[in-house]
């Protein structure tokens, strides 16, 4: 579980985020939505640990995060996995060196171990005879999905994912989502998604957490978000003709 | 104001990169991959500027040595001393810092602009040092490998001139070669140029490193990178100058 307790981010005299506290439940995709600008992405990035807060805490289960030195960080952050939004994989590296880069940077595992590790997480992520391509050889999907099988080469027992939809057509998004959803049951991991895919918040939504204009706004599950008569959060959720016909 | 906060910005960047690297043989084969990248690829531009650098000197020192009381092989011995005290070392930098420099500006710049280099802070890596320490120490090591190179293929260049022109005889020029040689130019060429690929790869590697935007800036960083690193190079060419030579 990851507890945010009353966090505050400013970038100069811009208040981001405004005494924000939630928890992000273990086994449970845990959303956090928001309009762009609204704060997530900061939200997320105070999370993992890339920017650092200007008051409150985070903590990883039992570990104050937030209020740890740069080099005692490392630890925690071994058992985190990123899924940022554009892969972040490094093109100079194949997928299975990618895949295999964390696992050759912490562990002293043999080749073979590791090589067997990387297939079997390209199989979690059904992705087979891809090792030697490149990324730029790799559709938007694929990137997505070696991404997401180097995040979860370590074991991490927390992931997070921002805006693992982005640029995939409707296809590939919910089978991204629906991967990350499995992964996260399978794993039993606590799994944080920063996202405005509304297909994304009603199908794999088990937490969600609005925030609008830096403050957290409502929290509740793919089902309330339903029958909730916030006003802020029905004028994001149901901005669409799609969505507003779902909800009737 | 501007210029101090990046002083002290470039200095924090150096004290990262020069931690203890997080897996030794990582680093020893990101260390073979910049060798290769910095030094191995740069080998064809710094033969051809040589050569024809080499060449063009002692063509201009045959042509103003033009004086029946002036020994020819003067003009072996001035194209020597060129190619060793400044032609070599700093010419090749400044080439360098615009090939090179602009080469790890780019690649670093683009790592953080596609979040490669959250990436890697996320999964608990050191980032500085596992991306701009192999480039400083493959620089630092290969730099003046190809310096000496550079003075050896320039000397071979003026040799070749004087042959085609028929300018001085290759007997004077190689008798030029060899007058009054002192080993202490070639150390003094040595440390200018360990410290110029010292400038090269971290004010490259901090233009790259701290660039925030898009495909743009990564541009605009890659020029910055070759500017400062030139303008150092001067700047430190004088200072080691004045400290080395007099």
């Not at chain 2, 070599?88 to 602009?113: C, D, N, Y």
Request: charged share 20%; hydrophobic share 45%; glycine share 8%.
């Amino acid at each position: 579980m990851i507890e945010v307790k009353d966090i505050s981010k400013s970038f100069g005299e811009q208040k981001v985020l405004k005494n924000i506290s939630t928890k992000f439940e273990k086994g449970k995709t845990n959303l956090i939505i928001g309009q762009s600008g609204s704060g997530k992405t900061v939200l997320m990035k105070c999370c993992i640990g890339l920017f650092d807060v200007d008051e409150g805490e985070i903590n990883f289960d039992t570990r104050c995060f937030s209020g740890l030195k740069e080099k005692d960080k490392k630890e925690t952050r071994k058992e985190m996995g990123v899924l940022f939004q554009g892969g972040a994989l490094f093109d100079s590296f194949t997928v299975e060196e990618n895949i295999m880069f964390p696992l050759n940077m912490f562990t002293k595992q043999t080749f073979e171990e590791k090589l067997n590790r990387v297939n079997d997480v390209l199989s979690h992520v059904n992705l087979v005879n891809a090792n030697s391509k490149f990324p730029a050889e790799l559709s938007g999907g694929m990137i997505k999905r070696v991404a997401i099988a180097r995040a979860i080469a370590m074991n991490p027992m927390y992931l997070f994912c921002d805006e693992p939809n982005s640029g995939l057509d409707p296809k590939t998004a919910e089978v991204i989502d629906e991967l990350i959803s499995e992964l996260t049951h399978k794993f039993d991991m606590t799994t944080v998604i920063n996202t405005h895919d509304m297909n994304s918040v009603l199908q794999i939504g088990q937490k969600i957490a609005f925030i609008n204009k830096g403050e957290l706004w409502w929290e509740g599950d793919n089902k309330d978000i339903l029958k909730t008569d916030n006003k802020e959060l029905n004028e994001f959720v149901f901005a669409t003709e799609l969505t507003r016909r779902i909800k009737r | 104001m501007g210029f101090l906060r990046e002083a002290g910005d470039y200095v924090s960047l150096m004290i990262e990169t020069f931690k203890r690297p997080d897996k030794g043989r990582v680093f020893r084969r990101q260390l073979i991959i910049d060798f290769h990248a910095l030094g191995v690829d740069s080998i064809g531009i710094v033969v051809f500027i040589s050569l024809f650098t080499g060449g063009i000197i002692a063509m201009q020192m045959a042509y103003n040595i033009d004086n029946p009381l002036v020994p020819l092989y003067l003009v072996g011995y001035t194209t020597k001393q060129m190619m060793i005290l400044e032609i070599s070392p700093t010419i090749m930098s400044l080439i360098l810092a615009g090939k090179v420099g602009s080469s790890i500006a780019s690649e670093i710049g683009t790592m953080r602009v596609t979040e490669q280099i959250d990436a890697l802070k996320v999964m608990g890596i050191n980032p500085a040092n596992y991306l701009i320490l192999p480039k400083i120490t493959a620089a630092m090591l290969f730099f003046p490998v190809l310096v000496v190179f550079s003075i050896s293929v320039g000397l071979a260049g003026g040799l070749l001139a004087v042959i085609i022109t028929g300018s001085v005889t290759p007997t004077d020029f190689i008798d030029g070669l060899r007058a009054w040689w002192q080993p202490f130019d070639i150390f003094y060429a040595l440390i200018k140029t360990v410290v110029f690929a010292f400038i090269i790869a971290s004010v490259s590697g901090y233009k790259g490193y701290t660039v925030q935007g898009g495909s743009v800036e990564v541009g605009r960083a890659s020029t910055k990178a070759v500017v400062a690193s030139s303008i150092l190079i001067i700047i430190f060419d004088l200072i080691l100058t004045q400290m080395l030579l007099t």
